[in-house]
């Protein structure tokens, strides 16, 4: 018969929300269970964005592939520590390394055990998902889980997928010294505003990676030394290598979640803005829910589930409110509405844009590509920001905190910065709305007085 465990929380995968819940769990003092079937830190850390961070930083300082295999191993292990099984039981965190089954909407079945615990969490993460099109059961497939994997580079690689990652991928790989090409029935970047992705799509035609965004593959066939791509549309793409960068699937399979009463579906399992199942006693959070996959958002998804679950406190999961970046170079963050979006829901909005090539840091870099793009209502309420251009990601926390904050752009256009930053970029494009300002004719007047006065 198994033990029971009765604890205050049990979650179920340790990727990187699990993770975050766990060590914010254990820190406020709530006795946790964590169970994982798999390795401790889930894909984000085996075959997701740490892996692919390491291996473009060891393309950009010109390594040769064998070192930049070691450097990405290094990273990756280096990182394992901080989510090891040994890390999390000195935290007072009982980990079980099984497969966890609900039996009853208020039991998991985790190897030799049956947990009760008051509140679970689904931290289970999405996997591989291979596109059904006819013949890819005949050909070697590279995934995002293994091509950190390869003991040697392609001379061509065929990248299935214009999304994040396998723009990322391909990027990195060009730069390895691979020919490249990315093909995909939907458009570049699907979601993110296409003068954003626009600026991608330039760069990395000029660094040579053949992009065929909707472009339907009729089905693949093995070629002695590689694979072919036979297009709907006539013609053909042959490659050494083919990976499968198309957008994952939600681990929901397996989990019992029948018998606990949770509704799930092909996109994931459904949640509320709070993160809640259909059981009330459950929540999930990151990819398993059909979210948009990110760490950060898993990670921000586990302290809602940890308010709202455990502590029965208000907190609500907005999509919008959370920054999706592109890891390319440029890179792309984007936080709030588009444009597209708040012309929708707004009617009349203003947008305000500022570029890279006229920022001092950027131009000293020698990477000015891209630019600012912010929209604000009538008022200059801001509305959402996007970055395309030099590391994107590492600004747009400025306009995160803005947008919590419903500030005004113009309280951007007057803080006190430091100089020279990528982040004057933002401020320029802020003060693009004092323009509409300085036109009002009664300012006019104003000045003209002011000028008599002396």
Do not use: Y
Not at 39 to 52: T, Y
Not at 119 to 140: H, K, Q
Request: with cysteine; glycine share 10%.
């Amino acid at each position: 018969m198994n033990e029971e465990l009765k604890p205050d929380l049990c979650i179920i995968g340790a990727g990187a929300g699990g993770a975050a819940l766990a060590s914010a769990a254990a820190a406020v003092g709530l006795s946790v269970v964590l169970v994982e079937k798999g390795r401790m830190g889930g894909a984000d850390l085996h075959a997701g964005s740490v892996p692919a961070h390491a291996l473009a930083a060891a393309a950009r300082a010109g390594l040769d592939f064998e070192a930049l295999r070691a450097r990405v191993r290094r990273v990756v292990e280096d990182e394992s520590r901080n989510v090891s099984r040994e890390r999390f039981e000195a935290m007072r965190v009982r980990v079980i390394n099984a497969s966890g089954r609900f039996v009853s909407p208020r039991v998991l079945e985790a190897g030799p055990f049956n947990i009760r615990a008051r509140r679970f969490v689904l931290a289970t993460g999405s996997g591989v998902a291979t596109p059904p099109i006819a013949g890819i059961e005949l050909v070697r497939c590279l995934t995002t889980e293994d091509v950190f994997d390869l003991k040697r580079l392609p001379q061509r690689l065929l990248v299935l997928g214009a999304g994040p990652v396998g723009l990322g991928l391909a990027q990195t790989f060009r730069r390895l010294g691979c020919e490249v090409t990315v093909v995909d029935s939907a458009a570049l970047l699907p979601g993110v505003d296409p003068e954003l992705s626009g600026i991608v799509r330039d760069r990395m035609r000029r660094e040579g990676i053949a992009i065929h965004d909707v472009t339907r593959i009729e089905r693949f066939e093995p070629l002695p030394s590689g694979v072919r791509a036979l297009l709907a549309s006539g013609g053909f793409l042959d490659a050494d290598e083919l990976l499968i960068a198309t957008p994952r699937a939600a681990n929901a399979g397996g989990l019992g979640l029948e018998a606990a009463g949770v509704a799930f579906s092909r996109k994931g399992v459904t949640v509320d803005a709070a993160l809640r199942t259909t059981n009330k006693r459950i929540h999930a959070i990151g990819d398993v829910t059909g979210h948009d996959p990110s760490g950060f958002s898993a990670r921000h998804q586990a302290g809602i589930a940890l308010r709202a679950g455990l502590f029965r406190l208000p907190a609500r999961f907005d999509p919008a409110a959370a920054p999706r970046v592109v890891w390319t170079d440029p890179g792309i963050a984007t936080v709030g509405l588009d444009e597209a979006a708040a012309r929708e829901k707004h009617g009349t909005i203003r947008v305000l844009r500022a570029p890279f090539a006229e920022n001092v840091q950027a131009r000293a870099a020698g990477n000015p590509d891209g630019h600012v793009k912010i929209i604000t209502d009538r008022k200059g309420v801001l509305l959402g920001a996007g970055i395309v251009g030099p590391q994107a990601a590492e600004q747009i926390g400025l306009w995160q905190v803005a947008l919590a904050q419903r500030m005004n752009v113009t309280e951007i256009a007057t803080l006190a910065l430091p100089s020279p930053t990528l982040l004057e970029a933002s401020q320029r494009a802020a003060l693009g709305a004092f323009a509409e300002k300085l036109r009002n004719p009664w300012l006019g007047r104003l000045l003209a007085l002011l000028r008599l006065r002396g």
